[in-house]
C-alpha cells in the first residue's frame, strides 16, 4: 500500500473483494469495510464515483461501437446484483450504473416467477434477459434466486435444488466462453444496518412506499440466508464467473466500488475503435461537396 | 421576458417549442435558436442540465413508486426522438434521459423492420414497446418513420401511408386517454450543421464506426425528408399528443431543452408519494423489536 492515502491501492479492487476458493462463512466477510478505497470516506466518495463517469462512458462507447459493427465477435458484460433487502441493488443502478450511456444498458429487474416462467426451467427467463453483442446487462436479482429464497423458503425440494450450483456453473462457463464478462456482486448489508434502512423508511413518508411489513419477517429467517449465500458463493465462484463482496453498510462505498469494478473490467477488454470500413479521403470529399 | 437574464422565461419551455397548429414549413424553424435558455449559454449549459438532475430524479420516483403500488392508476410518459441523422437522438439520452434513474426507463431503438414485424401491422412493434405504467418510455426513432423514410424512399403506395397520420392519431389519443403523457420531439438540425458534423465523424477515428457513406446519399433526399416532417408535424399535432421543435444545431441547448421538457411534463404530473398501506407506528415497532 502506498502511503500516500488519495492514491489507489496498488491491487486492483477485483482482486480485494474477489471470494477467495474454499469454505465460505459469511461471517468472513465485514460489511463496513472500505476496502481500496483511493479517497477519505462519505465526504469525497459521491465525487470519485461521478469522476469515474467519463472513463466508464468512454470504455463503454467502444463496447457498444463493436457490438454494432462486429456483432458476431463484439465481448459483452454482464452485472448480476444481489443481496438482502435493502442492501441497495436500487442504488447501485440508481448511482453507479448510470453512468454508462442507457442506450448501451440491457437491465432486468427478476420478481418472483410468473406462471409461465415456473412452466419452463429456471435459467429460461435469464437467458431470454441476456445482453446483446457491446451490451451490458444488468440484472437486478438472477438465477441465484433459485438457490437463495428457494432453498431458504423451500420452494422445491432439495433435491431439485442442490443440482442447481452445478448447472449454474456450467451455464456462467458457457456465457464467459461466449464473451461475456461476468460481474457477480453480492452487495453485503448487515443485520442491524438491515434495521436502520427499514426505521429509515417508516421515518420519511416519500419512502413508505418501498417499506414491506414482509421484509421484518423475512428478517426471521437471516442465518438460513446467510446459509445459503455462503453456499452459493462456495460453489459458484469459478474463475470464468467470479464472486465479489461489497461491503454495503456504507452506501458510498458499495456505490463507488460498483463503479469501479465496472470500471476494470471494461478497461480489461482492451478495445480499440472500429477501424473505417470505407475510404475515409474518398468519404470527405464527398461530405465536403454534398 | 425578464430583463435579467439568468432568469427563466416566464413562458413555460412547452409553449415555447410547441408546433403551432395550421401549416407547417421547416424554414419556419431555426435549429440555431435557444428560446428559454435562461443562462449565457455553451459555458454554463452543460451545468444547468445536470442541475436538472435531481428535480428530474425526485420527479420520476414519484412516478415509479405510483407505478409500483397503484399500477393499474398509474401515469406514463412516452418520449418520442425523430431527426435527420447527426440531429443527435443518441446525444439526448447519454446527456438527458441519463439523468432519470435506469430503472424507471424503457428505452426502445426502432430499426429498419425486420422481416417478422413486416409481417404486421406497422404499429405492432410499437405497441410492444409501450412503457409499463409508472415507467417512461424512450423511442429512438418510432412510429412516424412510417410517415418519413417510409413516404420518401416510397417504401409503400401513397395510398397506404397517407391514411396513417389519422390512424397515429388516433392512436396516441388511445395512449392519452390511458394516462400515457407524450413528449414526441423533433430534433431539427440544419442542412449545413449536417454535413459540420458528418465531417467530424470523419476526422476523428473515434467516430468512424457512426459514419455511413449512404447518409451522403441521404443529403439529396433533404428536401424530400423536410416535407415529410412538416406534413407529420401538421397532420399529428393534437393536444393530446402535441409536437415539439427542438433546434439543435447547438448541442448544448437541445441537450438542456429535452432535460426541461422532461422536468415541466414530469412536474406537471402533480404527483405525491403513494400513501403507506400498513401502520406506520406498529410497523416501527415490529422494526425496532426485529
Known amino acids: 500500500m502506498s502511503a500516500d492515502k488519495s492514491r489507489k491501492s496498488e491491487r486492483p479492487l ?32 459521491d465525487g470519485r464515483t461521478a469522476a469515474l463517469g467519463p472513463e466508464i462512458s468512454d470504455l463503454q462507447e467502444r463496447l457498444y461501437a463493436a457490438g454494432r459493427t462486429t456483432p458476431d465477435a463484439a465481448p459483452r458484460l454482464l452485472v448480476v446484483l444481489q443481496g438482502m433487502d435493502t442492501s441497495g441493488k436500487g442504488g447501485v443502478i440508481r448511482h453507479a ?13 427478476f420478481k ?13 427467463r435469464i437467458r431470454k434477459a441476456l445482453p446483446g453483442p457491446g451490451k451490458v446487462g444488468i440484472f437486478d436479482r438472477s438465477h441465484y434466486e433459485d438457490v437463495l429464497v428457494v432453498r431458504v423458503m423451500s420452494l422445491v425440494p432439495e433435491d431439485v435444488w442442490s443440482p442447481r450450483y ?17 460481474i457477480k456482486c453480492m452487495l453485503n448489508v448487515s443485520f442491524e444496518e438491515q434495521r436502520n434502512r427499514l ?36 460453489k459458484c465462484n469459478t474463475d470464468a464467473a467470479p464472486w465479489y463482496v461489497i461491503p454495503s453498510d456504507r452506501k458510498w462505498y458499495r456505490n463507488w466500488a460498483v463503479a469501479e469494478l465496472l470500471r476494470e473490467k471494461l478497461a480489461a477488454l482492451g478495445l480499440g475503435w472500429p477501424a473505417a470500413d470505407f475510404d475515409v479521403e ?6 465536403t461537396d454534398s
Not at 18 to 34: C, E, I, Y
Not at 97 to 109: A, C, E, M, N
Request: net charge negative; proline share 9%.
Open 97 to 109: 450504473i448510470s453512468l454508462i450511456d442507457p442506450q448501451g444498458v440491457d437491465l432486468t429487474s
Open 282 to 287: 474518398v468519404e470527405k470529399r464527398r461530405v
Open 14 to 45: 477485483s482482486e480485494l473483494l474477489r471470494v477467495p476458493t474454499g469454505p465460505v462463512s459469511m461471517a468472513d466477510f465485514d460489511p463496513s469495510a472500505t476496502p481500496g478505497y483511493p479517497g477519505e470516506g462519505k465526504a469525497d466518495a
Open 199 to 234: 426505521a429509515e423508511r417508516l421515518e420519511d413518508p416519500s419512502k413508505h412506499w418501498k417499506y414491506n411489513p414482509g421484509d421484518v419477517d423475512a428478517r426471521k429467517l437471516w442465518p438460513a440466508y446467510m446459509e445459503a449465500y455462503a453456499a452459493a458463493l462456495e
Open 112 to 124: 418472483a416467477p410468473t406462471k409461465e416462467e415456473l412452466s419452463h426451467h429456471y435459467l429460461w
Open 166 to 182: 452445478d448447472e449454474i456453473n456450467e451455464f456462467e462457463a458457457e456465457l464467459a466462453a461466449g464473451g461475456t464478462t461476468l
